[in-house]
C-alpha cells in the first residue's frame, strides 16, 4: 500500500474515495504522488480532525487512518501490561460468579470444561475485545481501560494471535520464503537471522527437523505448528496468544509454552489435557457457557506435574520408538 499512487489507492480502496468525498478532502493535483506525500499537505490539526470521525469506519479503512497516525508520528500505545475479564452471564441467563479476572504478560491461564461449555466462546470474547456486547455480556479491559478500538479493527497490531488444530498452508514457498514475507511485513531489519531464529526454535519443538529450504506446504502437521508457535512467539506483536487444543499436535507442548512465555506473551488455552491445564497458574473452569470458577493450581497439584511429565515422558520415548521403528520393551520405557 506504502508505494501505491493516490489514485491507484483509491481504485483499490474505494471505501477511502467516499471518506475523502465525506470529509472534503480535496485531492486533485496530487493524483500520481503517493498517500504520503498527499499528507503533507495537511497540517497535523486538519488530519487529526479528519480521522476523528472513525465510528463507522470498516477495518480496511482503519489501515488508512493507522498510516495517517503513523506519517504524521502520532504514536498509540501498543504494551499491553493486563488484561481483564469482567463477569457476564451463563447461557441460562445467570451472573457469573467471579469479581473480575486480571491476567498479566508471562501468565498461562488454561481453560477447562465439557465440550459445548464455551470454552472457544470465552477465547472469542477477548479477541473482539467484548463490551457487553457479545452473548455472554462479557467485558474486556486492557491495562485497566476499556480498549481502543484499534484492537478491533487493526491489521497490524492485532491484540491476539490464535493458535490452533488446523493450520494448513496452500501458498508455494519455501519455509525461508514465508517467515521473511512476514519479517518484511513487520519492517524487521533483519529477516533472515529471525528467519533462522524461529527455524531453530520450531525444531527445538517438532519430532522431525526441516530446513530453510523445505516448502511450506510439504510440512508435516506437528512441524506446521511448531512452525507457527515460534513465529508467533518470536515475530508476531500480538501480546495476548489464544490457544485451542494443542495437545494432539505432534509437538513437545511444555517447550512451546515456554518460547511464549518467555517473549512475555499472555497465554490463554483451552485444554483437556492434565499436563497443560497445570501448567498454568490458575485455570478457569468454564460450565453452561459461563465463568464457574478461577482456580490457583495448588502445591499439591504442581507436585503432580512432574508424575504427569514422568507418565508423559514414557509416552513421547514410546512414541519416538515406535517411530524409528523400534520393538517396545517395558524394563526399557519405565
Ligand atoms: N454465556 C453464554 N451465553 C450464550 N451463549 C453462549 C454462552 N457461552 C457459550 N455460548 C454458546 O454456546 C455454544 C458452545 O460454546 P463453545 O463453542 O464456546 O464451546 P466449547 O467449550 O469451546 O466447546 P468444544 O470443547 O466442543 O470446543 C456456542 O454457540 C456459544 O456461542
Do not use: C
Not at 486533485?28 to 490539526?45: D, I, P
Not at 520464503?177 to 519479517?183: L, N, R, T
Not at 516448502?215 to 506483536?237: F, H, K, N, V, Y
Amino acid at each position: 500500500m506504502k508505494n501505491l499512487t493516490l489514485s491507484q489507492l483509491l481504485i483499490k480502496y474505494p471505501f477511502i474515495t467516499d471518506y475523502f468525498e465525506q470529509n472534503n478532502l480535496e485531492i486533485a493535483g496530487y493524483e500520481n504522488g503517493t498517500f504520503e506525500e498527499y499528507l503533507r499537505h495537511f497540517t497535523r490539526e486538519q488530519i487529526e480532525d479528519k480521522a476523528l470521525d472513525i465510528e463507522r469506519l470498516s477495518s480496511d479503512l482503519w489501515i488508512f487512518i493507522e498510516q495517517m497516525e503513523s506519517f504524521l508520528g502520532i504514536e498509540k500505545e501498543n504494551e499491553v501490561r493486563s488484561l481483564t475479564i469482567l463477569p457476564g452471564k451463563d447461557k441460562y441467563g445467570n451472573p457469573e460468579q467471579f469479581e473480575k479476572l486480571t491476567i498479566l504478560p508471562s501468565q498461562i491461564i488454561s481453560i477447562v470444561g465439557p465440550t459445548g461449555s464455551g470454552k472457544s466462546r470465552l477465547l472469542a470474547d477477548i479477541e473482539w475485545t467484548a463490551n457487553a456486547d457479545t452473548p455472554t455480556g462479557r467485558s474486556i479491559l486492557i491495562n485497566d481501560q476499556e480498549p481502543d478500538r484499534k484492537w478491533r479493527y487493526s491489521s497490524n497490531n492485532k491484540l491476539v494471535a490464535q493458535l490452533s488444530q488446523n493450520m494448513n498452508f496452500v501458498m508455494d514457498l519455501s519455509v525461508k520464503e514465508f517467515i521473511e514475507m512476514h519479517a518484511q511485513s513487520r519492517m524487521i531489519s533483519n529477516p533472515e537471522e529471525v528467519a533462522n531464529k524461529i527455524i531453530e526454535a520450531a525444531n527445538k519443538l517438532a519430532g522431525e527437523n526441516f530446513t530453510i529450504d523445505t516448502p511450506i506446504t510439504s510440512l508435516s502437521g506437528g512441524q506446521s505448528r511448531a512452525l507457527m508457535i515460534a513465529d508467533t512467539a518470536i515475530l508476531s506483536t500480538s501480546p495476548i496468544v489464544l490457544i485451542d487444543e494443542i495437545e494432539n499436535a505432534g509437538i513437545d507442548r511444555q517447550k512451546a509454552l515456554e518460547l511464549l512465555v518467555s517473549e512475555e506473551k499472555i497465554v490463554l488455552m483451552a485444554t483437556h489435557d492434565p499436563l497443560l491445564a497445570l501448567i498454568a497458574d490458575k485455570r478457569i473452569v468454564i460450565k453452561n457457557g459461563g465463568i464457574h470458577a478461577v482456580l490457583e493450581t495448588s502445591q499439591e497439584e504442581k507436585n503432580l506435574l512432574n508424575d504427569f511429565d514422568k507418565i508423559d515422558s514414557v509416552m513421547r520415548n514410546a512414541r519416538q520408538k515406535l517411530r524409528a521403528g523400534e520393538i517396545l520393551k517395558k524394563d526399557e520405557l519405565f
